[in-house]
């Protein structure tokens, strides 16, 4: 009978999202309006880690975009 050994792994040292690079890209879009688009790639190991920080850039410059304009970041603008 073998005698079974517990001990802890070492870790993966897992990356940080500040430390993802994502391509940006600038487009023009049909208005005339220069707008930022981040570009993924589906095949990475690290795929889930550039979703999220491209998820997150963008919710920033939407809760920016929010505040400029209601004076609150939560706060959609208001339908005329």
Known sequence: MTKPVLRKLSPRKKQSIKNVALERRRITDENGRTQTIYRL?????????????????SV??????????????????RKK
């Open 41 to 57: 790639d589906a095949s990475s190991g690290h795929f889930d880690l550039q979703f999220s920080k491209a998820f997150s850039l």
């Open 60 to 77: 920033a410059k939407a809760r920016k975009e929010n505040k400029r304009l209601t004076g609150s970041a939560d706060v959609g603008r």
